[in-house]
């Protein structure tokens, strides 16, 4: 069994038209439930539940607090490669956007590594642009024995691969693989997706289970936020993180909330994602799921994000740059896969956190 | 003669035991031990920062106290063997909490792991304390491996919701003849107060004492629970009898009878 049969089974259930049925009463008598079956979750996806976020809001900071205590991880995004062989039209890496393109010798890598590495973060994600031409996996292979000397967790954010190469890269280090499934609405999918091999919807879809099946530690899924209607990926995501906790029982799995931020041009989100809707959103991720991680990135202001703290997050990313090189090269923002809201640095994030009464985590794995 | 907590050959006079994850700053940490005055802490080896200062929750902990790494994070015997030669190797201590968790949506630990894993480390000389769901038969197992103590769980972890498992930790208490150390899903110091009234050598408290609003005054009322309990294990004769004593006693027919 694929995710994608539960997908198929939900489809025909009319999400929508039973969105628009739930009412405040509903919510209410969900609220002091310990489990939530997958239609009560979507239940707290409705329109109605949008006016009962306090209360969903209280007992998610409840359940966060025993279940992860006061304490954040944190981490930081590395670009390896910007080179991308697929034309998705709402990225920076889009492989019709002409710019220079550039992928890090391991000099370099090892000087962007060290960088980040005094700031004290021992937790990496590795992200490449879409290229198995460029950057093909004996790269990334060589890119995360470099990462090894210098952190304690490595996790992959790239093209989705086989089931032996991902064990190739866990033999290597890798312990975490964060994949989107961006959405899981198929005809979405096909029309943002014009070209590349990204457009092979159920490969990218069952990634996660393969990387599962060797034996993955971590796994972080999500849907770009504004490419459809929030509350259907929302609750796809949702559904599909349950689904891999069920079949990987000993696996971390954890979910991220990405909202399409200013990247090309041409494209502008085509659905609107409110600051309230991602509250919701993930509030509704909580109630559903107590043990799920969910990872909050910088693409959302410092506001935003110092207010959310309390409500369900467990992970958030520091010092970021979506550029290749983007640490050391001082390129920041010319290259960038999509623009950084929240630009703080290590330093200004512990500070913030301990302030907040959170315990910043910069290790929390052994390599 | 003084009570005390014998595990390997440290005697310990404080049965309060505490982990060490979840506090809001972890500077917290030395407070709490200072003030609860606990022996034994437990650590996570997966959050040694042995490459900072600032970081390193080692350097929070008083050296008085015996350090007990954790295996958190391992999901099978081999990656809880990996992580305690590595706290060995990073002068961590022989103590081990074998913590081998293959279902992290409850967290329930996996006995069967947790027993090779335990017969592999006290092999190694390893003092090794199992957290386990309460079994009997499991129980002795581990006894025969080796185990210094055996963790039988309250409750879920992080879950406050006390001790759950008491007919299963008391069979485990009457039965065996190492420690039991409740550890995990207790929430109030009645409750460590429960515990070891039960007869159990001690108790761990994490969640309950790093997320309260003040952790020092909590590791203040669960240290005094854990002395108040025990106490009144050892003077059984204080407890109120269960049954009344009626002025005509059961029995009464029999005294002509002598």
């Known amino acids: 069994m694929s995710f994608i049969d539960l997908i198929k089974k939900y489809e ?12 405040e009463k509903d919510i209410e008598y969900l609220l002091p439930k310990d489990i939530l079956t997958p239609m009560q979750f979507l239940s ?41 062989d697929n034309n998705c039209i709402y990225c920076g890496f889009n492989v019709n956007i002409k710019r220079p393109r550039k992928k890090l010798t391991m000099d370099e890598l090892g000087r962007e590594a060290r960088y980040i590495a005094d700031t004290g973060l021992k937790h990496i994600l590795v992200l490449t642009g879409s290229s198995r031409s460029k950057s093909p996996l004996s790269y990334i292979k060589e890119c995360v024995k470099v990462l090894k000397r210098y952190f304690s967790s490595i996790s992959i954010e790239v093209y989705p691969l086989t089931e032996e190469e991902y064990k190739e890269l866990i033999d290597e280090g890798v312990d975490g693989l964060t994949i989107y499934q961006e959405t899981y609405n198929r005809a979405i999918y096909d029309n943002v997706h014009i070209k590349g091999f990204k457009r092979d919807y159920l490969f990218r879809l069952d990634a996660a289970e393969r990387a599962l099946r060797k034996r993955v530690r971590v796994v972080n899924i999500g849907a770009l936020l504004g490419l459809n209607k929030w509350r259907e990926d929302g609750f796809y995501v949702g559904l599909h993180a349950k689904y891999l906790q069920d079949k990987f029982p000993e696996a971390e799995i954890s979910i991220s909330v990405p909202r399409i931020r200013p990247q090309t041009k041409e494209y502008s989100p085509q659905y609107e994602v409110s600051d309230r809707d991602i509250t919701q959103l993930i509030l509704a991720f909580r109630l559903f799921l107590p043990r799920i991680g969910i990872t909050l990135s910088t693409r959302e202001s410092q506001e935003l994000r110092d207010n959310l703290l309390p409500l369900g997050i467990t992970k958030i990313s520091a010092d970021s740059t979506t550029a290749v090189g983007g640490h050391t090269s001082g390129n920041k923002e010319e290259f960038e896969q999509f623009l950084i809201s929240d630009k703080r640095s290590v330093p200004e994030i512990r500070r913030l956190l301990l302030s907040r009464g959170y315990q910043p985590v910069l290790k929390d794995w052994i390599n | 003669m003084e009570d005390t907590l014998r595990i390997a050959d440290k005697s310990i006079k404080n049965r309060l035991f505490i982990g060490t994850g979840k506090f809001p700053d972890k500077s917290l940490v030395r407070n709490v031990l200072e003030e609860s005055q606990a022996e034994v802490v437990t650590v996570a080896l997966r959050r040694v920062d042995a490459d900072s200062i600032d970081e390193n929750i080692l350097g929070h902990i008083p050296e008085s106290c015996i350090i007990m790494i954790n295996t958190s994070g391992a999901r099978d015997a081999d990656e809880a063997i990996r992580i305690a030669r590595l706290g060995k190797a990073m002068e961590c201590g022989n103590w081990i909490k074998i913590e081998v968790i293959s279902d992290n949506k409850y967290l329930l630990p996996d006995n069967t792991e947790a027993l090779k894993a335990t017969e592999a480390l006290v092999k190694e000389g390893f003092t090794v304390l199992p957290y386990m769901s309460p079994d009997l038969s499991m129980a002795k197992r581990f006894v025969e491996a080796g185990a210094a103590a055996v963790m039988p769980l309250g409750s879920p972890i992080g879950s406050n919701r006390g001790l759950k498992t008491e007919e299963l930790v008391r069979i485990m208490v009457n039965e065996i003849d190492i420690p039991v150390i409740v550890d995990a899903g207790i929430g109030w110091p009645s409750e460590a107060a429960a515990c070891m009234e039960l007869g159990c050598g001690a108790v761990l408290v994490n969640t309950a004492i790093a997320t309260a ?46």
């Open chain 1, 12 to 23: 025909s259930t009319g999400l929508h038209e039973r969105l628009d049925s739930v009412t």
């Open chain 2, 213 to 258: 609003d003040d952790p020092v005054a909590a590791a203040r009322a669960f240290s005094l629970a854990v002395i108040a309990g025990r106490t009144a294990y050892l003077n059984s004769g204080m407890a109120v009898n269960e049954d009344a004593k009626p002025s005509s006693p059961l029995t009464g027919f029999l005294r002509d009878d002598k």
């Open chain 1, 44 to 84: 707290l996806l409705s329109p109605a539940a949008s006016d009962c976020l306090e209360d969903m809001a209280k007992k998610a900071h409840r359940i966060t607090l025993k279940n992860f205590g006061k304490a954040i991880q944190l981490y930081t995004p590395i670009y390896i490669s910007d080179y991308c």
